[in-house]
């Protein structure tokens, strides 16, 4: 059975910088679409970014486009999130997403998640 565990989350300042990593445990997800999605207080779920299988094609929400960056390591079955320019709104706990669905902004396309990571940005 494929998990996924994420790692990096903290606490930083607004401005600052921090990547996540989730890494796969179990077997290669080389196959699948990797994706990001965060979650605030209060509120629902959110896509963040996404990275096709191969990296052909990334995408992102409109409020982090620019700041975050997506990526993944196949060979280390690993895959990240850069962050900068963090602002406290992008305070959250994020979580990383495997999956075949066709639409990659859907949490419905990903069938495995993490458990989740705390990134919190003070003001």
């Known amino acids: 059975q494929v998990q996924l565990v994420e790692s990096g989350g903290g606490l930083v300042q607004a401005g600052g910088s921090l990547r996540l990593s989730c890494q796969t445990s179990?077997?290669?997800?080389?196959?699948?679409?990797l994706a990001w999605f965060r979650q605030a207080p209060g509120k629902e779920r959110e896509f963040v970014a996404a990275?096709?299988?191969?990296?052909?094609?990334?995408y992102y929400v409109d409020s982090v486009k620019g700041r975050f960056t997506i990526s993944r390591d196949d060979a280390k079955n690993t895959v990240y999130l850069q962050m900068s320019g963090l602002k406290p709104e992008d305070t959250a706990v994020y979580y990383c997403?495997?999956?075949?669905?066709?639409?990659?902004?859907?949490?419905?396309?990903?069938?495995?998640w993490g458990q989740g990571t705390q990134v919190t940005v003070s003001s």
């Open positions: 179990g077997r290669s997800f080389s196959s699948y679409a």
């Open positions: 990275i096709s299988w191969g990296s052909l094609n990334t």
């Open positions: 997403a495997a999956g075949y669905g066709h639409n990659r902004y859907a949490a419905e396309s990903y069938d495995i």
